[in-house]
């Protein structure tokens, strides 16, 4: 088991914090909190390595590649505009 030092002030805002929040204890509620934030983090940054294939990789320096060469890119607006369109096409086949 390991100990986690706070100042004053700290201590008594978790210990304010544990009570409100029915923890019987602040080293409860600091665990709680630690190990909520510790899922949160792993949920939020997933490993999406295996995604960077070599085939994937190649094709992005294509596409970037013909970008620098000054083919056709699209302003957000212009995408907006495609995918309300096929938003309001879809709407339409699979109306209710």
Do not use: C
């Not at 983090?41 to 995604?51: F, I, V």
């Not at 620098?68 to 879809?90: L, N, S």
């Amino acid at each position: 088991m390991h100990q986690v030092q706070l100042n004053d002030q700290l201590y008594k805002e978790a210990q304010r914090r544990a009570a409100e929040a029915g923890f019987s204890t602040v080293d409860e509620y600091i665990a709680d909190v630690v190990s909520h934030d510790l899922v949160e983090d792993s949920a939020e940054t997933p490993d999406l390595d295996h995604l960077f294939t070599p085939e994937v990789i190649a094709h992005l320096d294509q596409v970037s590649a013909e970008i620098k060469a000054g083919g056709k890119t699209y302003t957000m607006e212009e995408v907006r505009e495609h995918f309300e369109k096929k938003r309001k096409k879809w709407l339409q086949n699979h109306a209710g």
